[in-house]
């Protein structure tokens, strides 16, 4: 495009030269930040990503007025970093998210650097460019607008992909709501339900749960129940009674996990017409045998909840200092991987005298038992969502 109007403006090629420079070093920055990262991308902690955004949205709304800036080059930057944002939405959708947001990051990187190596290909390009036209403001803005809205969409669609990715689809949002999935496995005569849920959620949800242990079998029902004892009376008493979820619950309209077995007996067997002879166990440590670093960590976290509000309960557990590192160690190794290890040994023990073993956990747990059960030889056999949590 040539420009006809206007005395030169050496001055638009310089400071294209001191844009497109920081736009490379700020998307280094991302690119080695995000590499160098020992952890599961979504703890990330730093700032550059942050700063990035910032520079870029400066940029683009500078662009609204200052036609210096090529159009082609902070609208494409925008966008590309409005899908980063997005938790690499959609490419995530085919390679996963820590490697979608990688090669947007490299692309972020090699638009930066091709914009520099052109301003200095042809800089004479810009000399004859009028500091404003409204044509580029117009399109400009037209843009900005557009991207702004899109970038709610690819969002929230991005959350529920990397949702669906961490959880291995035990978990996935939908418009309706929040789905959580059975998946059952069998080894020889021998099945396993592992069920997802939260232990905040829809009254029908349980009710359904409830229903799926009463329907006849050939054979017995064991049902391993989640719940950490706590016989040193250890954790917060507003955790422990019951009344931090049932706070939780009632500001969001919902119903609060209840004992499956109707009593908070450890063992318990439910026998005539209520739930059809199903034993129930529970499979859970007692909280004293945390790793004494994850155990200060979770009353920590527990007594930010002590006031019963949630959004106060996030601001306060938001303040608490803590790597990536710790916090990944806290939730795969602490509150995962030391309570899913003593599941399977009360499994182990247990399972020869039962045809169906139901294990209705908190999803988070679910991954990891899904692969340990993979690993003993169980296969999966089929899959059922349920809807945990309505939006409307």
């Known amino acids: 495009m040539s420009y006809s109007s206007g005395p030169p403006h050496k001055g638009g090629h310089f400071l294209n030269v001191v844009v497109a420079t920081m736009f490379l070093l700020l998307s280094i920055w991302n690119l080695v930040a995000d ?46 970093l409005t899908f980063r944002s997005s938790l690499g939405w959609p490419l995530s959708l085919a390679t996963g998210l820590e490697a979608a947001c990688h090669a947007l990051n490299f692309l972020l990187v090699a638009i930066a650097a091709l914009y520099l190596v052109w301003l200095f290909l042809r800089p004479t390009h810009f ?39 961490i959880s291995s689809g035990f978990v996935q949002i939908t418009p309706r709501g929040i789905f959580f999935t059975e998946k059952i496995f069998q080894k020889d ?45 250890i954790l917060p008493a507003g955790f422990k009674s019951g009344n931090t979820y049932a706070g ?59 006031s019963g509000n949630l959004i106060e309960s996030l601001i306060a557990s938001s303040s608490i200092q803590i790597s990536s590192e710790e916090m990944e160690d806290f939730l795969l190794e602490g509150l995962i991987g030391q309570r899913n290890e003593h599941l399977m040994t009360v499994f182990k023990t247990v399972h ?38 309505r939006f409307h």
Request: aromatic share 12%.
């Open 35 to 80: 590499a160098r990262l020992t952890t599961h991308l979504l703890l990330q902690s730093s700032f550059a990503l942050f700063f990035l955004w910032l520079f870029v949205l400066a940029w683009f709304l500078g662009g609204l007025i200052l036609a210096y800036f090529p159009k082609r080059v902070f609208i494409t930057a925008f966008v590309i």
């Open 127 to 165: 000399y004859g460019r009028p500091w404003f036209r409204w044509q580029h403001s117009a399109v400009s803005l037209v843009s900005w607008m557009g991207i702004t809205a899109l970038s709610f969409v690819t969002g929230l669609l991005g959350v529920a992909a990397t949702v669906d990715e």
């Open 189 to 233: 005569e021998h099945r396993v339900h592992l069920i997802g849920l939260a232990h905040i959620g829809e009254s029908d949800f349980y009710r359904d749960l409830q229903n799926a242990f009463r329907q006849p079998i050939d054979g017995d029902r064991l049902v391993l129940t989640e719940g950490v004892t706590d016989e040193g009376n």
């Open 248 to 306: 939780f619950a009632k500001q969001l309209g919902l119903e609060e996990q209840k004992s499956f077995a109707g009593q908070d007996d450890a063992n318990s067997e439910i026998g005539g017409a209520d739930l059809g002879g199903v034993t129930f166990m529970n499979a859970d440590i007692d909280i004293s045998e945390l790793k004494p670093m994850h155990l200060n960590l979770l009353i920590t976290l527990l007594e930010t909840m002590e």
């Open 352 to 389: 020869p005298d039962f045809e169906e073993i139901h294990i209705p956990w908190g999803a988070a747990h679910l991954p990891d038992l899904e692969r340990r059960f993979l690993s003993e030889g169980f296969s999966l056999m089929s899959k059922k969502r349920r809807l945990g949590i």
